[in-house]
Every structure is written in structure tokens, then in C-alpha cells.
């Protein structure tokens, strides 16, 4: 993958009897190779559904999702999805849950394991491969997730709120997890939070919607993830007190003009 692109998507839910609710409206950017995006917002700006549309399992009301070009119509092998309550199967063993995607594709047996345990590896589950997901930790289920998509060999990542129900200290830890697998793996990966800090931690750019219907009203470059002591630096303070504005700016004009 070269290049992920929204091109002026509006999506629309529909319902009985009504107009139905539009969640997107206007939705348009795009992800290059390797980069790492963050989308914040209200609740109900439509950012899991651009997650969906992203990972082929949602087409747009209008406008266009494309990689290299070609319209996303269908979920891809190279696309991974991981959901906040992980999408587990609790009656199969750590190593099973991180072989499902590549059983799923088809992949043989042996190559299926190898996979699976250099992915358990590189989260440091490789000693759990036996056990089953309710002896484990939030964060090794989290991990687990994780390892299960890099098995795939995947070249887009992608994250709905995928550290949502962990404490303080863990959430950060898995934070540094998820930036050191990106720059070691070299994958693009969007992530959709509602935490600000957890966004200019992980994003090279971030983008923030504007309530329901969503639309990006602001893209913030962050060049500095993954500097020493990021999280402590002033420039980290800056730019969540920049997103933090733009955020509630967004919030009261929706606000304003809903009492108009």
C-alpha cells in the first residue's frame, strides 16, 4: 500500500420512516505508507465507521475509500482491524487466536505457526502460548489482538479505541508497545481515541472531527513521536493544548448552531 484516501465521503444510516442519521459528511484525507494517523472526536462523529469503511467492511453513502487507486469494495489480507473488546475466541489457546487471521486467508499449517509465534514474540506472549484468554491479563488480551495482526504481515493497522478499558499505567505501556511495533514494522495505522494525549503520543498527524456529521476541521503535524521523553517534553504539552482548543471550538459552534 502506497496510499489510503477518503475522497468527500458522506455516510448515511438509514432508519424507518425517517431521513435516517448522517454521520459523515464531507470526509476527506488521506494515509501514505508507513504513517501514522489519529482521528479524535465527540462521541458519534463517525469515526469508527470510517474505521469500517477503511477495513472494507462498510461501504460510504458517497464518495470514494481507495488505496493505490482502487475502490476498497471488499476486506483485503493486508488491512487489520483490532476492535476495543479485541475479538478473541475464548475457547481457543493464545498461539489459535494469533494463527485465526491466517487460517482464515487460507495459510498452511506449519507457516501458520511460525507466523503466529514470531508475532507472540514480538509482544512478549511467547511464553502463554497455551493459555486461553481468560487467564490473561487487559493487557496481554490487548497484545494478543495486536499479535494477531501482525501475523498477517499486514501493511495497514487499524484501531478503534483499542486502549479504552485499561488503567493509567497499563494504557501507557501499550501505548509505548504499539509505537515501538509501528517503527520497527514499518506499516501505516490509523488510530480512532477519545484521548488526546494517547493521539499526540502515537500520531504523526492528527486529525480532528467535528461532531455528528463528522468532517476533519483540523490536521495538527507532529513530527516529534517517538523523541526521547516525548510525553514529558513542552512540545507535547503545546500540541494537546492546541487539539484540546480545537476540540472544544468545534464542539460549541456545533453547539451554537444546533440553538440557532
Not at 458522506?10 to 459523515?24: D, F
Not at 485499561?166 to 505501556?173: G, K, P, T, V
Request: overall charge negative.
Amino acid at each position: 500500500m502506497q496510499r489510503l484516501h477518503f475522497d468527500d465521503i458522506t455516510m448515511r444510516y438509514s432508519s424507518e420512516g425517517g431521513k435516517g442519521t448522517l454521520a459523515l459528511d464531507g470526509l476527506s484525507f488521506s494515509v501514505a505508507k508507513g504513517e501514522s494517523v489519529a482521528i479524535i472526536g465527540p462521541s458519534g462523529c463517525g469515526k469508527s465507521s470510517t474505521l469500517q469503511m477503511a477495513a472494507g467492511l462498510l461501504q460510504p453513502t458517497s464518495g470514494k475509500v481507495t488505496i493505490d487507486g482502487a475502490p476498497i469494495t471488499a476486506p483485503r489480507q493486508d488491512t487489520s482491524l483490532i476492535l476495543q473488546d479485541f475479538g478473541l475466541l475464548p475457547w481457543k489457546t493464545v498461539r489459535d487466536n494469533a494463527e485465526l487471521g491466517l487460517k482464515i486467508h487460507g495459510v498452511g499449517k506449519a507457516e501458520r505457526r511460525q507466523r503466529a509465534e514470531r508475532a507472540l514474540g514480538l509482544v512478549g506472549l511467547q511464553d502463554f502460548a497455551q493459555a486461553y484468554p481468560s487467564g490473561l491479563s487487559g493487557g496481554m488480551r490487548q497484545r494478543l489482538a495486536l499479535a494477531r495482526s501482525l501475523a498477517l504481515d499486514v501493511d495497514l493497522l487499524l484501531m478503534d479505541e483499542p486502549l479504552s478499558a485499561l488503567d493509567a499505567l497499563l494504557r501507557e505501556q501499550l501505548q509505548d508497545t504499539l509505537l515501538a511495533l509501528w517503527q520497527a514494522q514499518g506499516y501505516a495505522q490509523i488510530l480512532v481515541t477519545h484521548s488526546i494525549e494517547e493521539a499526540v503520543f502515537l500520531g504523526q498527524r492528527i486529525l480532528v472531527l467535528t461532531p455528528r456529521p463528522g468532517r476533519v476541521i483540523a490536521v495538527v503535524d507532529n513530527p516529534d513521536v517517538g523523541s526521547d521523553d516525548y510525553r514529558g517534553s513542552d512540545a507535547f504539552f503545546e500540541r494537546c493544548t492546541d487539539i484540546r482548543k480545537k476540540l472544544r471550538a468545534a464542539v460549541e459552534a456545533a453547539e451554537g448552531a444546533s440553538h440557532a
